[in-house]
């Protein structure tokens, strides 16, 4: 019985905290990611409308977080789609430990303020 309970205030405390981070991404945020980037995060194309991109997919648990989102254009995109970053960039034979390398220095100088 007790466990149940405990179960229960964990899940409950699980959904606030997933419910707060949801739509943690700022437009100052956003805009100081297109700044820090300087284009797509993916191939440095600086298409007209370089987009919201989850590097964790949302369908995967990924949320909309200055850890979590970086621009990408139309095309990479909508190439990457569902995929979990690494193995994208993987496929697209592209360097992602220098991807995540600047993307962790991004993300941690933007949340530093
Ligand atoms: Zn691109």
């Given at each position: ?12 405390r ?29 191939c440095?194309?600086?298409g007209?409308?370089?987009q919201?991109?989850?590097?964790l ?19 990479c ?16 034979k ?20």
């Amino acid at each position: 019985m007790a466990s149940r309970t405990r179960a229960a205030t964990y899940a409950r405390r699980r959904k606030r905290r997933m419910a707060r981070v949801e739509h943690d991404l700022t437009d100052e945020q956003w805009f100081a990611l297109l700044e820090a980037w300087g284009g797509c995060a993916y191939c440095g194309g600086d298409g007209a409308a370089l987009q919201k991109d989850c590097m964790l997919p949302i369908s995967r648990g990924g949320r909309y977080t200055v850890a979590n989102v970086v621009p990408a254009c139309g095309s990479c995109n909508a190439s990457k789609c569902n995929t979990e970053v690494t193995t994208w960039l993987r496929r697209k034979k592209r360097d992602d430990g220098a991807f995540l390398l600047r993307q962790a220095e991004i993300a941690r100088s933007l949340a530093v303020g």
